[in-house]
């Protein structure tokens, strides 16, 4: 069995996201106290004018967005034309439904 330090323990912790998150917002505190003391040019002092959080790695903000089926392509392909639309300007879904299933689409689907 091997055995390892506390702090090679404590640097793969680091290396996973919330422990991250938390060392770069104490980071970011440090430099805000440090500005007030020093002065604006402290921020990027040293970094050749990059700030210290462009270069952590940040996680993917928005999920990947879902494959539409064929259905829902069809209505989106379809919906502006003016024979599905009712005087409202409201979607005839039920006019849509009937064309749809007239497609190879839905034929497909249906195998």
Request: aromatic fraction near 12%.
């Amino acid at each position: 069995m091997v055995r390892r330090s506390k702090r090679a323990i404590n640097i793969e912790m680091a290396k996973s996201g919330p422990c991250r998150e938390f060392y770069a917002l104490g980071y970011k505190h440090g430099l805000q106290d440090a500005r007030r003391d020093i002065g604006s040019d402290f921020d990027t002092y040293g970094t050749g004018g990059r700030s210290y959080f462009g270069d952590l790695p940040v996680e993917n903000p928005k999920p990947r967005k879902r494959k539409l089926n064929s259905w829902q392509k069809f209505v989106k392909a379809n919906a502006n034309k003016k024979k599905f639309k009712k005087y409202g300007g409201k979607l005839n879904l039920k006019k849509m439904g009937i064309a749809y299933r007239k497609t190879a689409a839905y034929k497909r689907s249906k195998k």
